[in-house]
DNA sequence: CTAATATATGAGCGCATGCTCATATATTAG
DNA sequence: CTAATATATGAGCATGCGCTCATATATTAG
């Protein structure tokens, strides 16, 4: 089934069509940023392979740096990033901190993704 | 059912545990770089705001420069790295280019990141 | 033809970002 | 206790990025 909606383009209103049910609407800023933002925290390679590490099971600071063959500096700011964000999960244990992904949905949007570049060029 | 893999964390190697099926490895330089340029293309507010416009119809130029309200400079160098990402095509006819989506996988990833800060805080 | 419109693009500027390096703190080993 | 280990974090630097401004080209109007 098919709708016809008007959209606000600026000055201008216009008609357009869509499947009935989905959303319809330039975003405004606010929600673009946030959007922006959300796929911001996920558009660096660093922070794309202390992802799939987690993935795997939770790891402390030091081994993620090993794995990824990077300084222990570099991978404990990014962390804080992810912590920020509320992606990973810090957990004091002793000398370690054990980390652990925390957001299902971000991380169904890096499944999603890494699925679509395996199967394409 | 569950099984138990092994996982390359640098020199070491451990043993941990995922659902059968699902892919589980620390990605490699390259890949991690890939995923990571695919998810930067959304990680800007205008480009995001450009997909949401496009996602109502095709349009030219002028007409999301107006919708964005923003300058046509801005609004076509945005185009111009979205064409060279192929998210969209631009058709030329008479004075204007029509911009049109040409990814549906890139639009889902935005569209599930939509969903997911929209029923959120 | 000239003028207006629509788009593309290079240069440059300011700001964000990801790293290294230095340093601080906390915990455990001996 | 001291030394070693594990992590956090601020400063600084180099690079990337998104905008503006200037300019170029193409098409259509008159």
Redesign the pocket.
């Known amino acids: 089934m098919e709708t016809v909606h008007k959209v606000d383009l600026g000055d201008e209103v216009v008609a357009t069509r869509q499947q009935a049910g989905s959303r319809l609407e330039i975003l405004d800023e606010a929600t673009a940023t946030r959007l ?2 959300t796929f ?1 925290v996920l ?5 794309i392979r202390i992802i799939s590490a987690l993935a795997a099971r939770a ?7 090993r794995a990824l063959r ?12 992810l ?1 920020e964000m509320h992606l990973v999960t ?1 957990t ?8 652990a992904l925390d957001d299902e949905h971000i991380y169904d949007l890096y499944s999603q993704g890494l699925a679509h570049i395996r199967h394409q060029s």
Request: glycine share 6%; net charge positive.
């Open positions: 922006a933002a911001s558009s660096d390679p660093t922070r790891l402390c600071v030091h081994e993620i740096a990077m300084t222990h500096s570099a991978v404990s700011h990014q962390l804080a990033l912590r810090g004091k244990k002793g000398r370690h901190v054990t980390y």
